[in-house]
């Protein structure tokens, strides 16, 4: 199957930097018209505008995801100068590094309050939108291999992910009848430009040799699970979670 996202409207929270920035450039290159939402507006207008150069089409859309109000803004206008959004990549995530007895309150709500609360917010409205306008849809989460194995330093965002993961699950049964299908992606280690340094020392190097295919995944590494789940080659496909990690949550204990 030639998978194509033309007349297709995307939505890509998170899309300032990093992956949600990827995943707007492979929509859009894939012929979805796409809004690209984060609050750091800034850096979304050279994005649409490189998205446009392309022979793209984006619209920078200010969202913050743990505001209902901005979220139900940003939907709106989407839907005017776009259209009807038929897909959702729900990419908004921070993190926190630090050991659990120095994980303050605020650390733990913030994180939470993101990719979580946040999470659920934007993948809620867009549900609403989709159920009132009688069309079908395709919800992509973006959790992590940190829901499903440990790592130190970082209980509040493993805790965020492995939340994520089990609610893409509970969404997916609520709105199959809806004809709205909700997926996830669960990425390992990614190189962007905000690991790509920490990756070049020797403490990313030990890091990187204990991933069963010895590298580091790059953001295209992506690009096929997430055009599986955007399109209509995954349209039998609700509920599940694909991880792409290059083998790390099979590697031995």
Do not use: C
Not at 10 to 32: D, K, Y
Not at 35 to 50: G, K, M, N
Not at 78 to 84: I, N, S
Not at 170 to 184: F, M, Q, S, T
């Amino acid at each position: 199957m030639e998978i194509s996202l033309t007349d297709k409207i995307a939505l890509v929270t998170g899309a300032s930097s990093g992956l949600g920035r990827h995943f707007a450039r492979t929509l859009a290159a894939s012929g979805a018209r796409v809004a690209v939402a984060a609050r750091r507006t800034d850096r979304l207008q050279d994005l649409a505008r490189e998205i446009a150069a392309a022979g793209g089409q984006a619209l920078p859309v200010a969202l913050d995801v743990t505001d209902p109000a901005s979220i139900d803004a940003a939907i709106a206008r989407v839907a005017a100068e776009l259209g009807p959004i038929d897909i959702l990549v729900n990419n908004s995530g921070v993190a926190t590094a630090k050991p659990a007895l120095e994980t303050t309150a605020e650390d733990w709500d913030g994180v939470m309050d993101t990719n979580l609360r946040g999470a659920f917010l934007v993948a809620q409205a867009v549900a609403r939108h989709l159920v009132a306008a009688k069309r079908p849809g395709a919800i992509v989460n973006i959790a992590s291999v940190t829901a499903m194995r440990t790592m130190g330093q970082l209980s509040a965002y493993a805790a965020s992910k492995a939340g994520l993961d089990h609610l893409t699950r509970v969404l997916a049964l609520e709105w199959a009848r809806h004809g709205i299908r909700v997926n996830a992606i669960a990425p390992g280690y990614i190189e962007t430009e905000i690991n790509s340094a920490f990756f070049a020392s020797p403490a990313g190097e030990a890091v990187i040799k204990r991933i069963p295919q010895r590298r580091l995944g790059q953001p295209s590494d992506l690009d096929g699970a997430l055009m599986l789940l955007a399109s209509d080659a995954g349209r039998y496909m609700t509920g599940a979670t694909i991880i792409v990690d290059g083998g790390h949550v099979v590697s031995p204990l």
